[in-house]
């Protein structure tokens, strides 16, 4: 029951409360200056058996953030994004920036080209999947937050549970069929502001990467369904145009059902959510103040160091941007895109 705090793990060095009844946790005794090889094994085995866990109240710096991420596996960083001249609001490149502030740390006006690609964020996605190589975990911590009245929550979706609760006849013809997904970040962003982006063909705007839909969780051993808004299309032998819609359509509706979605609530500025890219989707929530209030959330990303990472792409292709496109649109030298 969420909401409902007992200790169910067996965990030594951290205490672990359930937040919904098949994925998330609260964790809470974790030394962030000091992290044992202990406790950080228990972190894991934590992240393995909930999909997302959230921190309340960390000490976390932005280096810190940072040092604390590179024990998860090396990080992706937001180099490719940045256009020459631009100027950042911190130092690290390893930070995705997932607010809603310019780069001189003023509120973004709502119609601003980077408030357009942030909508993207409000539906269900996995961060990286338009990436050759995926992401295994993110770190987002609050910098800042807006009035808890306003919304501004971040909403996960349990895609291991997603997969069990299919139709028995679903999960055959999934395995049987073993479908690549080609997923493209312009898509989403498109999905999220349709008229900004209208004439944006996610075709042309950069090259689609290319993962499997279902997949097996390594760290669990279970199955789960790697879809979202990112999720261009279907490709495999006999799939059409009509009928990849038809199941990216039903994937993604599926995975959402409440039965499968919790919230988190940011409560305290240092708060920090992790959360398995291969083991849950997640979303921005509503919220009320954006243009309005300040919401200040910084982002690492690990790279995915499993059998999957690349899926079906090229070892070491180049990660692909969409930056040139909203830069010509919007005749604007500085978009970044989390
Ligand atoms: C992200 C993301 C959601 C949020 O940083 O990857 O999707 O609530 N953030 O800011
Ligand atoms: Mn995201």
Same mark, same amino acid.
Request: hydrophobic share 40%.
């Given at each position: 029951?969420?909401?409902?705090?007992?200790?169910?793990? #067996?965990? =030594?060095?951290?205490?672990?409360?359930?937040?919904?009844?098949?994925?998330?946790?609260?964790?809470?005794?974790?030394?962030?200056?000091?992290?044992?090889?202990?406790?950080?094994?228990?972190?894991? *085995?934590?992240?393995?058996?909930?999909?997302? !866990?959230?921190?309340?109240?960390? #000490? %976390?710096?932005?280096?810190?953030?940072?040092?604390?991420?590179?024990?998860?596996?090396?990080?992706?960083?937001?180099?490719?994004?940045?256009?020459? +001249?631009?100027?950042?609001?911190?130092?690290?490149?390893?930070?995705?920036? *997932?607010?809603?502030?310019?780069?001189?740390?003023?509120?973004?006006?709502?119609? @601003?080209?980077?408030?357009?690609?942030?909508?993207?964020?409000?539906?269900f996605h996995t961060? &990286?999947?338009?990436?050759?190589?995926?992401?295994?975990?993110?770190?987002?911590?609050?910098?800042?937050?807006?009035?808890?009245?306003?919304?501004?929550?971040?909403?996960? /979706?349990?895609?291991?549970? *997603?997969?069990?609760?299919?139709?028995?006849?679903?999960?055959?013809?999934?395995?049987?069929?073993?479908?690549?997904?080609?997923?493209?970040?312009?898509?989403?962003? =498109?999905?999220? &502001?349709?008229?900004?982006?209208?004439?944006?063909?996610?075709?042309?705007?950069?090259?689609? *990467?290319?993962?499997?839909?279902?997949?097996?969780?390594e760290a669990s051993?279970? %199955?789960?369904?790697?879809?979202?808004?990112?999720?261009?299309?279907?490709?495999?032998?006999?799939? @059409?145009?009509?009928?990849?819609?038809?199941?990216?359509?039903?994937?993604?509706?599926? !995975?959402?059902?409440?039965?499968f979605v919790a919230?988190?609530?940011?409560?305290?500025? +240092?708060?920090?959510?992790?959360?398995?890219?291969?083991?849950? %989707?997640?979303?921005?929530?509503?919220? &009320?103040?954006?243009?309005?209030?300040?919401?200040?959330?910084?982002?690492?990303?690990?790279?995915?160091?499993?059998?999957? /990472?690349?899926?079906?792409? /090229?070892? +070491?292709?180049?990660?692909?941007?969409?930056?040139?496109?909203?830069?010509? =649109?919007?005749?604007?030298?500085?978009? =970044?895109?989390?």
């Amino acid at each position: 029951m969420p909401g409902v705090l007992t200790q169910t793990t #067996p965990f =030594k060095t951290i205490t672990v409360n359930e937040l919904h009844p098949t994925f998330g946790a609260e964790v809470s005794g974790v030394d962030f200056e000091n992290t044992t090889k202990e406790q950080f094994d228990e972190i894991l *085995a934590a992240m393995a058996m909930y999909g997302f !866990c959230v921190f309340r109240s960390t #000490p %976390l710096t932005d280096a810190t953030h940072v040092s604390f991420s590179r024990r998860f596996g090396s990080l992706d960083t937001i180099a490719r994004f940045v256009t020459p +001249g631009r100027a950042l609001r911190y130092a690290h490149l390893e930070l995705f920036d *997932a607010s809603n502030l310019d780069s001189s740390n003023a509120i973004l006006p709502a119609d @601003s080209p980077r408030a357009h690609a942030s909508r993207g964020n409000r539906l269900f996605h996995t961060d &990286s999947s338009f990436n050759p190589r995926r992401a295994s975990f993110s770190l987002l911590r609050a910098v800042e937050l807006p009035p808890p009245e306003t919304g501004g929550n971040t909403d996960f /979706a349990d895609s291991r549970a *997603a997969w069990d609760r299919l139709p028995a006849d679903v999960q055959a013809e999934l395995l049987r069929d073993d479908w690549t997904g080609a997923f493209s970040m312009a898509h989403s962003r =498109k999905l999220g &502001s349709p008229d900004f982006f209208a004439d944006m063909d996610p075709v042309e705007a950069a090259p689609m *990467a290319r993962h499997k839909i279902v997949q097996v969780h390594e760290a669990s051993g279970r %199955l789960g369904l790697y879809v979202g808004a990112h999720l261009h299309h279907l490709e495999g032998e006999g799939m @059409s145009v009509e009928r990849s819609k038809a199941l990216v359509g039903f994937l993604n509706a599926w !995975c959402q059902r409440k039965e499968f979605v919790a919230t988190v609530k940011w409560e305290w500025e +240092g708060d920090l959510v992790i959360w398995d890219n291969r083991a849950v %989707l997640h979303r921005a929530g509503e919220w &009320s103040g954006d243009g309005v209030f300040r919401r200040d959330m910084r982002r690492t990303t690990v790279h995915d160091d499993g059998e999957r /990472a690349w899926g079906g792409n /090229a070892v +070491g292709m180049e990660m692909p941007t969409i930056n040139a496109w909203i830069a010509r =649109k919007a005749m604007v030298g500085e978009v =970044k895109v989390a």
